[in-house]
């Protein structure tokens, strides 16, 4: 068997090779470094969107860096509990959930979200395995708030089925449920459960994936997007009411992530493309980043 | 500090000892080994049989046995589509899954049955893990028949996951769902999928329960109870017909596992206390035996 | 093969599953603990007794509690010793040791009541092992007393031939010599070696087994039997003078493991059936217990 | 510290995230996996051509690709021989070695070429340790041709030190000399001896680099440029003396490489800036591929 | 500090030099091999032989020889027989052994024999352990004659405490017991135990000690000492009715050990001092040697 | 196959014995640590006590001591540089080194001295492998003085190639060239880097081979040998001017190693037959030994 070539002018192809260049310092960099991701609920609203996410997640898992994902399902819940006749409730931003709630959320966030999001990963391998905080009591929890019903505060990260599942190769995909420890089971901010998780694992970086390019100086005019900020900084613009309450739980789980020692979180835009290949591996600045 | 006693007539306490003596040799038998337990939905019907059940499975696992449970959740996934409106329909005793009951059916096993059987055994411990088998393409399907829509039939297991959990000390607990690895969700008979994974794992037991007292020659009238039988034999019983349809799977199950090499079967009653530590730990013999 | 049973009333056998319910937690919480008894040359004098002791040493064994034994063999040496026509004599509850006298001290505990022990436990599996003090050095000592002859006080306690065949799997039976590491061997108390190997190994228990059912407040009239005590009340007790000479030896044993680390300190009789196991795996309260 | 940036159009990067989705497939498949690479004396002659070599395996390492280098030095060994008085001559495309010649070769080798080709790629990192064949007898040798003095031919690869340092992260550099295992070396040719290096290490690849594009078809009038040929054409063409005498063992070590189970050999133009990391991890067709 | 020295002439000191040129391929070839010793009780009789033995003994040891020693102690239980008022008797060579006679033996091999050379090995550092072949059931024996009452006939040989403590650094010092495994103990022929030890343990060399200067090939006038033979020679030597009823069992260990798979056996003369440095370090023909 | 013997008389092979009785704990006590032993290139002018000391080093290695060899070569770059027409030129006894230098220098290191010493060892295994402090930047090296050009100071000391092949059972063999890191070479005097390598080896002793016996406290008349010296006796020698110029690199060499933990250091006559395994294994005092 010959296979003829013509003469070829490589010289075209050396920007392929300029971006490899760029890149793989950052591979060897975060290698074998645990990248927790949080994703909302929206992220499976768009087919083609959650197969270019699930790609992502899969390469990064390839060429070695620990991806966790984290996610909530906040639509798909209000989906189905007005499909069962109850009408969604919210206090303070935070979903009001009544036992009915609850199993409706467990159901929806398991059943739907989460195995949606391993399904699609696992076209591209067999990496990605679903757990729950109730699984191995990972997010051991607390009742937030009485009038709240069964949401719960984080009291406790256990981090041990995560990291065997890392070390085995395995993209773990969490749902922010968490248990009390006595047999019953909490909704959770996914956000906060994001920081906390990451935190737990001495995560190199938190990223979260939202809907707005980034973190603005002025929330409500989307004014003067920040691309990087410190932590203090960040406290600061936090406490002058910068922040519209829906971005408040990502702001304070990127607070308690880089508190607990992470490196660097980062606020992105989840519709765009490819956002992790481009914030993780290129020099392009990307959203906001946040760092200690 | 000083305490005082009465002389003791220890003769009295020499029957528990007794019990240990008989239990200690199957203790140090099955130190290591896996079980796999197939249970149905119907446990969570009795709150108190459900417990005991858990600390059953706890029990085991804390005396180091490797405990597999693998469940279904059939009354749970009618009660919900009749919820949602939904009549269920049956083809040859399997339940036919268009693609809204296959979502209905997915939300009950991960969201409802899987998580309310982990925290009940994580409330003697924080040992119980849910898996389903859609996680890192664990039960691998093709789909079963046309007919039935979303009902798939097990290609292939992958054990990793949960071997890796097994070696951590966890209790993976699965539900009976599987992928075709192109992003499509199965339904999957959870007898079947016992037989499977029982022989996938090389496990050591297979046991499950069941609401009879074991198999019975003539099944219809519960006469003849079967103590022990061979593979061989229970495969004629089977070809002439002895066992209803709602035993086929079951019986199947069994005959999937004997062959590709476990031990021993057994089809006991779920409603009976500790029976699994009875079956077990004691030389009572115990609903039914099968061995290859 | 076809065996036919008759439906059971399972509810009878409850009381076995209580038994193990109440075990198992014992069992975890021993398992690959290590667990020292001392036992006197008098367990060999009922053939009955001594194969109900070695059944239970193997039991424990094979549950994965790490058993060491130590005995002495009073009864066994003074007997050899007038059958070659030498007369026993004492000093304060010593065995007066001269050369010929070790001779016979070393092989009728290494010969006789050793070899014994290890073939009555060996009878339940293969797994006792018998060594001396001497060998590897376990036992460093030095000349106790002139007037005492050859009779060693421990200077160190060299565990890993001790350690090496628990990590086998092995119950090393321990002969109480000693060594000068100058070639020559000493005869040692047994109670106090037990003591000295349960504190160098970091035992979770000592059990001295004997011939009355634990402590008594008033040693001589055998009243005031003492169920739980603490060390300090222990050794006030002591130097009250409540015991009776022959008991100081165990009492020192005991003080000397709890002050090294022992978490629990036992004094039981020994000719009670199965008394480590009950001890063990049962809420019972069984002779003395001393905590620190 | 705040530091705000406009809001960009990623998706003009979007071209840089897929390459990286070309590229990551080929590193999951080559990571870990042995390339060895020979590289002739030339490369040393144009200094930015060099640093872009170095730079080049200084990635492939960085990236978890095991690189082997493997060069000769031929024009620095005839210019120190003139320096020194020497007049370099060639029997059938082979340097004649005597003694002189022979130390001169390896002086040049070592001192010159394999210096230099390790400080290169030390620039990039600490990962580069060079070696000869002479070093634990890495490459075992007689002599070739009675005429030639002291060249050898390869009698056996040892490829320990090698295996040694990849494991280690290292990256060997391999200079052809080769000994006779009792004190004598000896001078082989590069090309040869980056054949047998890759067939005994089980490489996945072996990468010659030359100064055409790749095989030709009518070699004197480089016309008919072979994009791929298997082995057996490949022959075919030898035997037909299609090659010119200088490509000869590069065909040779190619085949060598081959038949020894070497997945794939590349014969490209090392003139062109990062083909390694274009062959490697680009779907471009480069040069000539040879597979078996 | 300054301590001034005269110039030297070390070429007086170069036949050292050439002992270690001599003697290091031995270490290097013998270094992490098992090497067994028979070794009778007369050993013990000569305090000074008892003392360079067990030199010899810690000195391989120290080098990173695996020693095992096996031994046993005939004229001491003779000795105690007698003590005891019993007359020892024989049947072909072999002791009568009724049950007193047992104890006996037992009592002298393990309380004086391997005590006493435990104890001299363990003064040149702590290396030494006792065992017999009851420890463990490391001799598994059956009733090798009615006539002869408790000799046993080795069936299996469990290797594992004895590789355990060689594992760890440790000499093993092997006492001639052995064990029906139903609480029994029987005399075992020391020398058939070493061979049978040699052969499980895939033994580098068996060594038997012995007080001649090896085999004869005339026994009785001691005349045509043999230097080396073959395993083939030597069975029809013995045939032939060449050795004396004392050699036969020496014989017949290592014919076992040979057909086990050991590599060279050895006869030496227990009464030369270092026999054992000689015989393994030096290339001088010592005593007799045989090999398959 | 019979062969005889006849009877020897072993006595007078006890000498051997004892040899090896006073080696032995020599070598228990040497296995497994690092001795650095520095050689000049002198060593290779006298072909007979090269080969010598390559046995040497081979038998050193063939016991498990782990050897590493720094070597410089003196003589042999003078007579190259001016065989390429170059005069030799030194400042305060170093050698000053333009670029030319430089090439020589390595071409001469490497390509010679290192090469042949590795080929020697060779000849009695395959052990050795040949290092320069370039290869990993072993020695990473800042300039020393602008006057002498290319020769470096040690800054740094990367061990794990060396620690590697060690680890592996090699011999590295090190030239005494240093790296900026950044691309360019230096000259490093030996004697220097052994004892940089020394220390950072955390070796057990340092030994500078030399041609002369040992230290005098008169160098000039070679009067007043020392046998032993301590480190500050050494340092308030060296203060007052006792040592030659070219003696005070070696002085400065042992310094380093003793400061940095390494046990004792040594220097002896290379000269001498066997002068490392006598030094190693006799208690023969040769030449001057220095502790801290």
Do not use: W
């Not at 591979?27 to 929206?42: D, Q, S, Y």
């Not at 966030?109 to 949606?116: I, S, T």
């Not at 009742?143 to 070390?167: H, N």
């Not at 990127?254 to 765009?272: M, N, P, Y």
Request: hydrophobic share 40%; charged share 20%; proline share 3%.
């Amino acid at each position: 068997m010959i296979r003829h070539g013509i003469p070829q002018d490589l010289t075209k192809y050396q920007n392929k090779a300029h971006v490899l260049v760029e890149a793989f310092p950052y591979l060897n960099r975060f290698r074998g470094r645990i990248v927790v991701i949080k994703v909302g609920g929206e992220i499976l609203l768009d087919q083609q969107g959650a197969e270019n996410f699930a790609r992502n997640i899969a390469l990064l898992n390839s060429v070695g860096i620990k991806v966790v994902v984290c996610h909530g399902g906040g639509p798909q819940i209000s989906s189905l509990m007005r499909e069962l006749g109850k009408e969604p409730t919210f206090l303070e931003g935070q979903r009001i959930t009544c036992r009915d709630t609850l199993e409706i959320t467990s159901m929806v966030l398991l059943g739907q979200v989460n195995r949606k999001l391993v399904s699609l990963v696992n076209k591209f391998g067999s990496q990605a395995v679903g757990l729950s905080g109730v699984d191995g009591n990972i997010l051991q929890v607390r009742k937030l708030d009485e009038r709240l019903g069964y949401v719960g505060s984080v009291e406790l990260v256990r981090c041990e089925p995560i990291q065997m599942l890392l070390a085995g190769g395995y993209i773990p995909i969490l749902s922010s449920l968490g248990s009390d420890g006595k047999g019953e089971s909490y909704n959770v901010n996914a956000d906060i459960a994001a920081g906390e998780v990451a935190r737990s694992l001495h995560a190199e970086k938190l990223v979260v994936l939202t809907n707005t390019e980034g973190l603005y100086e002025n929330f409500d005019q989307k004014q003067g997007l920040i691309s990087e900020i410190d932590l203090s900084s960040l406290q600061t613009l936090k406490e002058q009411g910068a922040f519209s309450a829906g971005m408040i739980p990502k702001i304070d789980s990127v607070i308690t992530a880089l508190q607990g020692g992470v490196s660097t979180a980062h606020i992105l835009d989840g519709r765009t493309d490819n956002v992790l290949l481009l914030e993780i591996f290129t020099q392009q600045g990307i959203g906001t980043m946040i760092f200690p």
